[in-house]
Structure formats: structure tokens, C-alpha cells
């Protein structure tokens, strides 16, 4: 049995939660951006950017975008696309779900209320974890893009239909 901490609340991430949202993600990724591209997305996709709050803390986020593009299915019209451009958890609070609750509400989100047809994501190919994450969410590799980071590791791109 997992030990008893409690469901975390997913939720709409607000301004004031940024600093927190920041600080997980610069201990969990090696991928860090500026404070006005965090804000800006609230702003633009706040709808599908969550967080996962625990006892009032924030353990986790997901942060994304809508973009319009032919995608990664075949399709010969530009559609909408949802991007997961960041997702962690805190170390401490990994291994509960709560990744899967985060991508899952986001999921839907993009889908309902943004519209989005299809949704994808780059992740390090050596990030097994989170590639397991997203196959158990039914999302494919599309394709390798070499060198995508900046340190020289090359990306999965990996979407799915919603
Ligand atoms: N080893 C193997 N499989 C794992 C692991 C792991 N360490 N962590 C998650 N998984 C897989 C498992 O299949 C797991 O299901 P199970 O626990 O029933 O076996 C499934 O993913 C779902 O796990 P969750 O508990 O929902 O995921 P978690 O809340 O632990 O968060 C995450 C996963 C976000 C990848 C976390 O490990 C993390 O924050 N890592 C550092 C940041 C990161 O790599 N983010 C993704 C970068 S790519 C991007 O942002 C687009
Ligand atoms: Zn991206």
C-alpha cells in the first residue's frame, strides 16, 4: 500500500504559485526558462497549465501551449495541437500517480476546451521515466530530433490523438 498522504488537489495554476512552480522545476529538469515565459503561458493556456497540491504545497505542474500545425498524424490541414512544454513532481512525491493525474486533466483540457486534436511533447531519449509515463498515457514516438538539447542528448518526439 502506498503510505497515506493524501489525494493532491489538481488546479488551475495562479500567478502567486509561480515561484513555487519554478523551484520545482530547477530542481528536476535541466530545461529552465525566464519568469515572463512561465507567466505568459498562465496567461495565454492557463486553463490546461495545473498543478498537484498537497497540504497546501505545491508538489508538482504541468505547463503547456496551443499551437496550430499539420501535427504528426498525417494530416494535410493545419489543426490544433496541445504542447506539453514542462511537467515534474517533486522527488519526494514521485511514484504516486500524480504525474498521470496532472497529464490526464491537461489531456482533457486541451481537448475540451481548447480544442486541440492532438498533443505531443520532446523528451530526452535517456528520460525512461517520463517515457513511460507517456506510453502508459498511450502517446507514441514519432520521431528522434538529434541533438535537440543543449547539452547534446537527443529528443523523442512523442504525440497522441485525443
Ligand atoms: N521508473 C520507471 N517508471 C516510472 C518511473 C521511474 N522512476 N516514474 C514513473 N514511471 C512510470 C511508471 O510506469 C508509472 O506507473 P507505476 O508507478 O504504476 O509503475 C507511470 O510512469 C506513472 O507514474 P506517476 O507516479 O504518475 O509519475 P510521477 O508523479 O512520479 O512523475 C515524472 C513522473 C514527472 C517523470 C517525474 O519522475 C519527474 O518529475 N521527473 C523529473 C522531471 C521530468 O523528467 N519531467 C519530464 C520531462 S519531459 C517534459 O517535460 C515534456
Ligand atoms: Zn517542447
Known sequence: M???I???VIR???PEDLAEIIGINMISLREHYPEYFWRDHLRL???AFLVAELGGRIVGYIMTRVERSIGHFGS???RKL???VSIAVLPQFRRRGIATKLMEEALKRLKEIYGVKEVYLEVRVSNLP???LYEKLGFVKVRRIKYYYL???DAWLMAKEV
Open 82 to 84: 496541445g504542447h506539453i
Open 2 to 4: 502506498r503510505c497515506m
Open 6 to 8: 493524501g489525494e493532491p
Open 45 to 47: 493556456w492557463g486553463k
Open 76 to 78: 494535410l490541414i493545419p
Open 151 to 153: 547539452d547534446g542528448e
Open 12 to 14: 488551475e495554476a495562479r
Open 130 to 132: 517520463a517515457i513511460k
